[in-house]
């Protein structure tokens, strides 16, 4: 029927009224007859329906509710704006494209809601409730058309058709997991919609930044071993206390197998972030990162409850900062940006910074901010971030965004004070001398930690020690203001009865300190932890050192992160271990023991018998479900549960099991 508005299109008066107004801008009355006639070139859309407003609550109140687009939608048309962007039709999800990334019985969980009856939604209440959800009879068309809302605006992109796009669309999705509906989010959108947009069309690599107040769990689990998306997450945290909730939202998720490294948390540990907080952020993390990662497309994850007057996120992030942060984004995978709409819950401060971002989208500059510096909350958690995707990768600089203190330049790390003292009283006592690593990244990361005897060439006996520096044990004057109490502080140094015994006994020595210089250059994205620097080192000593030498007794001694350091290099070089090596002792105190690899059956072999683990009676291997094995070694308890004192109080046997293995070996 002539005049007839599609639901589905789906912009009812409003929408019409657009049409109508592009039609007479076309007409032959506006233009000179030697102008040729063509229609408007668009380079950014949107996507939005009014059906998506069909899942209501049923009391009104729910800060999820259907005005959150409407309201946008008329922030956009009132500025102008809405007819500089081309409207791409909206469609619903299709079930193959939502089971790329949820169950079969999660697409029917949700499909089964359109199907319930008013008493049924009624009793159901509690459940959805428990779940952070209501439901509503046209809560599944809406869910679906947001998802595929989503899936287009990235199509669009994808395809070249448009260079941004902008989903309005509700409800949000980044909560929904593969198997579960949460969190106001009922399918993940932005995930499915990206791995449709991989299996469709050229684009690989995608950049989801999520900067909702809350974690996007959903989508970080979507993509956890994936390492053709990266995910990058500014969100509340609290030590795991905001939802939602627990430990997966932390610095420390990266996540897993082939995706490790390319999850990155931003976790804020306390309300109130502001403007300065997230560029400080984005300039030190996220944008280093996003231009090493190169992407293909960049999709926002955009909540906006961090804006200034949500309730719900309580923090005070501007439009103007908003519209900074999609300039930025605008810089990579050459400039083809989807902002999709996530959270956000005060009307005004939704529409004021999804208008802003809309601006920065049809190409005008973000606003000027003011001069400023980011919280002390927010440069530790930057720095800490820093320090831990330093790991992965080579563009993030923790020393960079290192929290300064007006007596930086003349300050100096405990950890570095501590290993130079070490290193002065092992010169001064025993005359040991520095072993040179001739690579720069080890010199880096150990220089001045590999320690050794001058007489370490030539000792038919040489001991191995790997460790981490003593302890720093301080009094406190009170927990209020935690003030040292100089006079009762002191450094503990296990070591020292240990070291006195072997030049006692005339061993030679080789001390290796295996815990890593902080603020060292990035690791090159083949190492993955810290641990593969104290094995490369291990193996680089072995190669260079301990084998040209002309011992002929190797005894190795690990002591807590030493002991997995150890195993490391036997795996590495079980020839040469077997051949040369006497015996090892590990002093593995709290941390789990070490295994000898299933197939290397003589390793493990001669490890059984020429081997000696000590740890303390409460270890959990001897919990009853756990079971000691072969590979562990001969593993003996001492009674002592602090691991400093536990290789203090194990010095007599590792003693009497060094001489009894060089019994009959020439001296």
């Known amino acids: 029927m002539t005049g007839q508005v599609n639901p589905m299109d789906v912009d009812g008066e409003d929408h019409h009224q657009d049409q109508v107004s592009i039609q007479r801008s076309l007409s032959p009355v506006q233009r000179a007859s030697s102008v040729p006639h063509r229609l408007p070139h668009f380079t950014v859309g949107y996507v939005y329906s009014q059906d998506m407003m069909l899942h209501s609550s049923a009391t009104g109140e729910h800060p999820e509710q259907p005005e959150r687009i409407s309201r946008i939608r008329t922030a956009i048309r009132d500025a102008n704006l809405l007819q500089k962007m081309k409207q791409i039709p909206i469609r619903p999800v299709k079930r193959d494209e939502v089971l790329l990334v949820h169950s079969q019985e999660h697409w ?153 490294g390319y999850s990155v948390n931003i976790p804020w540990p306390k309300k109130g972030m502001t403007d300065a907080d997230y ?118 600089n923790p020393k960079a965004c290192e929290p300064r203190e007006e007596v930086d330049e003349i300050s100096f790390s405990i950890p570095e004070i501590l290993k130079g003292h070490r290193q002065h009283f092992l010169y001064t006592q025993y005359q040991m001398l520095q072993v040179p690593l001739m690579t720069k990244m080890f010199e880096e990361r150990f220089g001045s930690q590999v320690m050794c005897t001058n007489d370490f060439l030539e000792n038919p006996t040489i001991i191995v020690f790997v460790h981490e520096f003593g302890n720093l044990r301080i009094e406190l004057d009170g927990k209020p203001t935690c003030d040292v109490q100089m006079e009762n502080s002191y450094l503990i140094d296990f070591s020292k009865e240990l070291i006195s015994w072997i030049m006692k006994e005339k061993y030679a020595l080789l001390d290796v300190n295996v815990f890593p210089r902080p603020f060292a250059s990035p690791l090159p994205r083949g190492h993955k932890h810290v641990e593969s620097w104290t094995r490369d080192v291990l193996t680089y000593l072995w190669d260079n050192y301990i084998q040209l030498s002309g011992a002929k007794n190797i005894v190795f001694i690990g002591h807590g992160p030493g002991c997995h350091a150890l195993m490391e290099l036997m795996e590495s070089r079980p020839v040469g271990m077997i051949r040369y090596v006497n015996t090892v002792i590990q002093v593995v105190g709290n941390m789990s023991i070490p295994l000898i690899p299933k197939d290397a059956d003589e390793l493990r072999a001669w490890y059984s018998k020429n081997s000696v683990v000590i740890v303390h009676p409460e270890h959990p291997a001897f919990a009853p479900e756990a079971r000691i094995l072969k590979r562990h070694g001969r593993v003996l308890q001492i009674d002592e549960t602090k691991p400093i004192k536990l290789i203090m109080k194990g010095l007599p046997l590792i003693q009497d099991h060094i001489r009894q293995s060089l019994i009959g070996k020439p001296q």
């Open 108 to 260: 029917h969980k949700v499909l089964a809601i359109q199907s319930m009856t008013p008493s049924e939604i009624f009793e159901s209440e509690a459940y959805y409730e428990s779940l952070s959800l209501y439901v509503t009879s046209g809560t599944t068309r809406a869910a679906r058309l947001s998802c595929g809302g989503v899936i287009e605006a990235c199509l669009a992109v994808a395809r070249g058709e448009l260079k941004k796009t902008f989903a309005i669309v509700r409800p949000p999705g980044h909560h929904a997991e593969p198997e579960e509906h949460m969190g106001f989010c009922f399918f993940n959108n932005v995930a499915v919609a990206a791995k449709v947009t991989q299996f469709l069309t050229p684009v690989r690599k995608i950049l989801i930044l999520d900067w909702d107040v809350h974690h996007g769990n959903g989508t970080q689990r979507a993509f956890n071993d994936d390492p053709s998306v990266l995910y990058i997450s500014l969100h509340r945290y609290e030590r795991g206390q905001f939802y939602p909730c627990g430990p997966f939202g932390s610095m420390e998720s990266c996540g897993e197998g082939a995706g490790l």
């Open 279 to 396: 560029i400080h952020a984005f300039q030190q993390i996220v944008m280093p990162i996003g231009m090493e990662f190169a992407p293909d497309l960049v999709i926002i994850s955009a909540g906006f409850d961090a804006a200034v007057g949500d309730d719900l996120g309580e923090c005070f992030v501007s439009p103007a900062g908003y519209a900074h942060m999609t300039h930025m984004l605008s810089g990579l995978a050459g400039g083809k940006l989807v902002v999709a709409l996530e959270g956000g819950y005060n009307l005004d401060s939704i529409s004021n910074s999804s208008l802003a971002v809309a601006r920065v989208l049809l190409g005008e500059a973000p606003p000027e901010l003011p001069p400023m510096v980011a919280s002390e909350a927010g440069t530790e958690t930057v720095w800490q971030v820093a320090m831990e995707q330093s790991k992965y990768w080579k563009s993030v």
